[in-house]
């Protein structure tokens, strides 16, 4: 059994920097590709970035690119978004989750341990 907890949240002005953790419990985590995803207010949640379990491969969606960095640290069981340059735009709850292939999906039914969520405000 897998659990993200994600922490992290926070209240930031547009240009600011926010890096969001993901921590897991469950010695699989560090052998599970591992997802963000953000659902903002009335809409659909959407994908963020993703990461192999190895952290040798990436992929990030058009609108964050070039701005957020996924990363990950085996060793603490822990899963990074940096996110730099913000948007109000990127006001969301941010989610975590892990699913079983080595490798990510942009597919958030591909993925099967998702955590609670933070929140994520950018003024303008």
């Known amino acids: 059994q897998v659990q993200p907890v994600e922490s992290g949240r926070g209240l930031v002005q547009a240009g600011a920097s926010l890096r969001l953790s993901c921590a897991a419990s469950?010695?699989?985590?560090?052998?599970?590709?591992v997802g963000w995803f953000r659902q903002a207010p009335g809409l659909e949640r959407e994908f963020v970035a993703h990461i192999s379990w190895s952290g040798s491969s990436t992929s990030y969606a058009d609108s964050v690119k070039g701005r957020f960095t996924i990363s990950r640290d085996n060793a603490k069981n822990t899963v990074y978004l940096q996110m730099n340059s913000l948007k109000p735009e990127d006001t969301a709850v941010y989610y975590c989750a892990a699913r079983g292939g080595s490798y990510g999906a942009i597919d958030a039914d591909e993925y099967d341990y998702w955590g609670q969520g933070t929140q994520v405000t950018v003024s303008s």
């Open positions: 469950g010695r699989t985590f560090s052998r599970r590709a």
